[in-house]
């Protein structure tokens, strides 16, 4: 034995400074930190240390931690022993016998809904076979550094999904959610002129905290449980140009109130809602703790990671990419390169300016792009944010190649019908100012 701590807030500094193989933590342990966050924040310092869990047992039946012990798998930790009674034997079995992440599967099995879609907690040990731990109509657009350009891409997505989106079986156009996850500044709700004084993120989060304890458990009255599901449901409002469009927009949250907001709230935001859209698409905060986001990630189809011609930011994606593979969603990350300047841009705008050094093809060599959206003049973007209209919802030939690029992104999500036309309007653009060119 290495070290011993005695407090939660004592575990990060320890673990950074021994880099342990591994780590036994008792839930029983003082302080005030949520253990979740405080492993997800170990699985990125120091992700060679094994975590092992100790904790009462469960009910299933009565109480729920699913959120809870969700993060906590998916930082990495399979070694959890939920049991009143936990011998010296039972531990040194399972620290010669790690555990897998299908050895806990049954942890974070997701809540059964109950007709309308209401949250209720069922634990069935009959059917423990999960097929897969996200969700099929949930996708995250992220990016390490703030700024990069994820409200933009994300009700541009969501815009475009919603107005050009094929029609379901039954002739109904794609129900579509955007979800803030910006909880200090203003963001969509500006970008779609979207603003309620009870309805909006701040509300939401009041009423999920009043339900959940800062142990993750959630409360047993299934009436007050009804009740915030009814207010979250309602916080999703209507977007004026496509009504099969619904956001939930931020207000301002003072630091002092996103201080009790965490992860799981979230968790349970989202699986409150996602059953109740075909399309959910969430804008997360590159500046908020990596806690809220993570969940948020793991619990996604794809997540979108936006990049930019910065060198330091490749840099740094390009580091954080084998983070991602350590919490294992690699596989799903994405890369959308954004304000891409492109060659024919050089010619046109920039007459005298120099060579661009490090571009496009170069950030291709180390990432796989599904989209590059091209910077957009600055008026027009202006413009659009002041008119509340993504450029999604226009045809203007400045925006055409922004539009064919945040396509492709959409097509991918949800096939859209403006896909096929936007490809052709592009190309032949295309070939008229190379003939053009040409002529010169
Ligand atoms: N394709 C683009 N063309 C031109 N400017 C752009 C483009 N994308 C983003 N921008 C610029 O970047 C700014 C930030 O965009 P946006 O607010 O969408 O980023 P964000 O990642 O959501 O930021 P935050 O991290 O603050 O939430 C915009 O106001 C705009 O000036
Ligand atoms: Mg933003």
């Known amino acids: 034995v290495i070290g011993s701590v005695y407090n939660r807030s004592e575990i990060k500094e320890n673990c950074k400074m021994l880099n342990p193989d591994i780590l036994i933590i008792s839930e029983g342990i003082s302080g005030k930190e949520l253990i979740p966050e405080i492993v997800v924040d170990l699985s990125k310092q120091c992700p060679n240390t094994r975590v092992v869990f100790l904790t009462g047992s469960i009910d299933f039946t009565k109480e729920d931690r699913r959120t809870y012990f969700t993060i906590m798998v998916f930082a990495g930790v399979y070694d959890i022993i939920h049991e009143d009674r936990i011998t010296d034997q039972k531990i040194l079995h399972v620290l010669d016998n790690p555990a897998k992440k299908e050895d806990v599967k049954y942890l974070i099995e997701k809540p059964k809904s109950k007709g309308s879609g209401d949250f209720v907690f069922v634990k069935d040990h009959k059917d423990d076979v999960i097929e897969k731990d996200y969700h099929d109509n949930l996708f995250t657009i992220s990016s390490i550094k703030p700024g990069t350009g994820k409200s933009f891409i994300s009700t541009n997505i969501a815009t475009m999904i919603a107005e050009y989106g094929v029609k379901k079986h039954n002739g109904q156009r794609p129900r579509v959610a955007l979800i803030e996850a910006d909880l200090q500044n203003l963001s969509l709700g500006t970008l779609l002129q979207i603003e309620d004084d009870k309805y909006n993120l701040k509300?939401?989060?009041?009423?999920?905290?009043?339900?959940?304890?800062?142990?993750?458990?959630?409360?047993?009255?299934?009436?007050?449980?009804?009740?915030?599901?009814?207010?979250?449901?309602?916080?999703?409002?209507?977007?004026?140009?496509?009504?099969?469009?619904?956001?939930?927009?931020?207000?301002?949250?003072?630091?002092?109130e996103l201080e009790n907001v965490n992860a799981m709230h979230y968790l349970y935001l989202v699986e409150t809602i996602t059953n109740d859209y075909d399309v959910v698409i969430v804008d997360t905060n590159s500046s908020l703790t990596h806690v809220t986001t993570f969940p948020l990630?793991?619990?996604?189809?794809?997540?979108?990671?936006?990049?930019?011609?910065?060198?330091?930011?490749?840099?740094?994606?390009?580091?954080?990419?084998?983070?991602?593979?350590?919490?294992?969603?690699?596989?799903?990350?994405?890369?959308?390169?954004?304000?891409?300047?492109t060659k024919k841009m050089m010619d046109n705008l920039y007459i005298g300016s120099e060579e661009l050094l490090f571009d496009t093809e170069m950030i291709?060599?180390?990432?796989?792009?599904?989209?590059?959206?091209?910077?957009?003049?600055?008026?027009?973007?202006?413009?659009r944010i002041y008119s509340g209209k993504p450029i999604s919802l226009e045809n203007s030939p400045q925006t055409l190649e922004a539009r064919y690029e945040i396509a492709k992104i959409a097509n991918e999500i949800w096939p859209v019908s403006n896909f096929e036309n936007l490809k052709k309007e592009f190309e032949s653009k295309n070939k008229e100012t190379k003939k053009f060119f040409w002529k010169k």
């Open 297 to 341: 990630l793991n619990l996604s189809k794809y997540c979108y990671y936006i990049l930019n011609l910065d060198f330091n930011n490749i840099r740094n994606n390009s580091r954080y990419r084998s983070f991602l593979e350590k919490i294992q969603i690699a596989d799903k990350v994405k890369y959308i390169l954004n304000e891409n300047i």
């Open 364 to 383: 291709k060599k180390d990432f796989d792009l599904v989209a590059e959206i091209p910077l957009i003049p600055k008026t027009i973007f202006l413009n």
């Open 203 to 256: 509300t939401v989060m009041d009423k999920i905290q009043s339900i959940i304890s800062s142990d993750g458990k959630v409360t047993n009255d299934i009436e007050k449980i009804e009740m915030v599901n009814k207010h979250i449901k309602s916080s999703f409002r209507p977007y004026m140009y496509c009504n099969n469009l619904y956001a939930l927009v931020g207000s301002q949250l003072t630091l002092q």
